[in-house]
């Protein structure tokens, strides 16, 4: 099956299985879908069958949770070989995964592991971002995770690892707003300067999500509407970054596909706004 390249623009939704029928029956009004690659590899054909149906009427980007980038384990060749054969089955605009480690002595945890922000790390990360991309013959996008304690063999900041890392293994960056703006007030570091010193043309996709105040520290939980501060960093971002694609994630507690498809529409009219502040400006 071949499908059309269109390309992803606009406001984005995480696909989630409670809301198959929904999406196939009335085939809502959104721009694209994010699926998580897990939730389609390892003889899940029941899954499949849905995100091919799917992929029908709507572009798609793939989203993974257990690449483990960033593991001392060996990389996962059988998930990749998986994650090879969804990418040709349904040819995503782009796949993505996280900056972290979710493995260690072949034992997966259930957890975006943050990693120590050090040279040795980082040659360490690049080595398997450019076997991954070599194997799976493109960029992959790689997404900043919360993190809520500091590693004392730490010697960069945070922005100053993804961005090393950025550009020598060429790939492109998922920049999480949510995840900054948590670990920018857990941590105490100026949002707007960790976004100034990324490069700027491998930012390709926002994420939007919600967190909890525990009063002592930001929360990442990805169970709520998106919290105001966040919104405020998301406009920084576009003014940053342009208007490249943004999603909202909702991963527990998911509402109803209405509540998401409402917070979706929120980005558009962030997107609207800054193309008549621009307008004013010119």
């Known amino acids: 099956m071949r499908f059309n390249a269109e390309p992803i623009v606009g406001a984005g939704i995480g696909l989630r299985a409670n809301h198959y ?5 009335n085939l809502p009004n959104v721009a694209w879908f994010e699926a998580i690659t ?20 709507y572009p798609l980007t793939l989203h993974g949770v257990s690449m483990s980038i960033g593991s001392t384990d060996p990389l996962n060749q059988s998930y990749l070989e998986e994650l090879k054969n969804l990418i040709e ?6 796949i993505s995964d996280h900056l972290c480690w979710t493995s260690v002595g072949g034992r997966y945890v259930p957890e ?3 990693l120590p922000h050090h040279p040795t790390v980082i040659q360490h990360v690049v080595d ?3 076997y991954v991309q070599d194997f799976l013959k493109q960029r992959i996008l790689l997404e900043n ?3 809520y304690l500091e590693f004392k063999d730490s010697q960069v900041t945070e922005w100053e690892f993804l961005a090393e ?16 703006y948590v670990n920018a007030y857990n941590h105490q570091f100026c949002p707007q300067k960790y ?3 990324l490069p700027k043309e491998r930012v390709k996709q926002f994420h939007l999500a919600g967190h909890q105040d525990k009063n002592t520290h930001l929360l990442d939980t990805h169970d709520q509407v998106v919290s105001p501060a966040v919104w405020d960093c998301f406009a920084q971002a576009m003014a940053i970054f342009g208007e490249i694609p943004a999603l909202i994630e909702w991963d527990t507690h998911i509402p109803s596909f209405t509540t998401l498809l409402s917070e979706s529409q929120k980005v558009g009219a962030y997107y609207r706004l800054k193309a008549v502040t621009a307008t004013f400006s010119a």
């Open 21 to 25: 029928q929904t999406i196939l029956e």
């Open 38 to 57: 897990e939730n389609y590899i390892g003889n899940k054909a029941v899954p499949l069958t849905y995100l091919i149906a799917i992929r029908e009427h």
């Open 89 to 94: 089955i349904i040819e995503p605009a782009w």
């Open 112 to 114: 975006l592991l943050p």
């Open 128 to 130: 398997r971002i450019l």
């Open 145 to 147: 995770v919360s993190r």
């Open 165 to 180: 890392i950025a550009k020598r293994a060429d790939c492109d960056i998922l920049l999480d707003v949510n995840n900054l």
């Open 195 to 197: 976004m100034a010193a």
